[in-house]
């Protein structure tokens, strides 16, 4: 029998020790990025109180939550929807072709918590587009508190209130919803080629009826958004910079 300190020793794994130091400079960063950002919360909100000025700080975070958390429920939804729809749309039975080892390690992996998978990328990509209109803060604190000014322009008739307190934010909305809308297609369709929908080397069939016609029905409401765009965009033409003055001139309207 050998000593005990004639047994070899176990060397650890370089890849465990890169893997080690890339996970406590991540967490150092989240830390010290979180503490900036409490830090310049903190004293955001002393400088406002001190002015008196609490109420407006409060409503000013609670609308950037509120538009943050409605706007990332929004996309989550459509998102897991669309991403539930292409797995029960996926084929039972998929040809054979060259990304048959790709598929099969994914479905092996994913399958049996595909709900759990959907959640989760619709989550974060509705954190992403939430968080992104929070910004427009701004916009919604015009939105629900502006008025009538009395006053009517002279080409749609509609009160000049409209164009400094709804417009705007309409403009913002539908941007968004179209923006979504394309990241959702894009999303959609990565997720029918995982499930065999959609098959770029097949020498049959590369794209399945179902498929086709769920991105047709995402691609409809894509042109109903921009429809809208358009139709709010007519507002716009009285901001028109094209003549000597910001207005809409005879070639904008006619």
């Not at 619709?122 to 009395?150: I, K």
Request: hydrophobic fraction near 50%.
């Amino acid at each position: 029998m050998r000593v005990p300190t004639d047994m070899p020793k176990r060397r650890r794994s370089p890849g465990r020790g890169r893997i080690v130091i890339i996970v406590v400079i991540a967490v150092l960063f989240l830390l010290v990025t979180s503490l900036r950002g409490a830090a310049g919360f903190w004293t955001d909100f002393l400088w406002f109180d001190s002015l008196g000025l609490g109420s407006v700080f409060t409503g000013v975070l609670g609308a950037k939550l509120a538009l943050g958390a409605i706007f990332t429920a929004v996309f989550f939804v459509l998102t897991f929807v669309s991403l539930t729809v292409a797995d029960k749309l996926a084929p039972k039975n998929r040809p054979a072709g060259p990304e048959d080892d790709l598929l099969n390690r994914y479905h092996a992996v994913v399958d049996r918590r595909a709900w759990l998978v959907r959640a989760i990328v619709s989550l974060l990509l509705g954190l992403v587009a939430g968080v992104g209109m929070s910004s427009e803060w701004n916009q919604w604190l015009l939105f629900r508190n502006g008025g009538d000014f009395g006053i009517e322009d002279q080409t749609f008739q509609t009160d000049v209130g409209f164009y400094v307190f709804k417009l705007p934010f309409y403009s913002t909305v539908v941007n968004w919803l179209f923006a979504s809308g394309v990241i959702i297609l894009l999303v959609t369709i990565v997720a029918h080629y995982l499930n065999g929908g959609i098959r770029l080397q097949s020498p049959v069939q590369r794209v399945t009826p179902q498929v086709k016609a769920h991105i047709s029905v995402i691609l409809g409401l894509l042109a109903l958004v921009k429809a809208a765009d358009y139709w709010l965009q007519r507002y716009a033409l009285t901001f028109s910079s094209r003549g000597t003055a910001a207005s809409e001139t005879y070639t904008d309207v006619k």
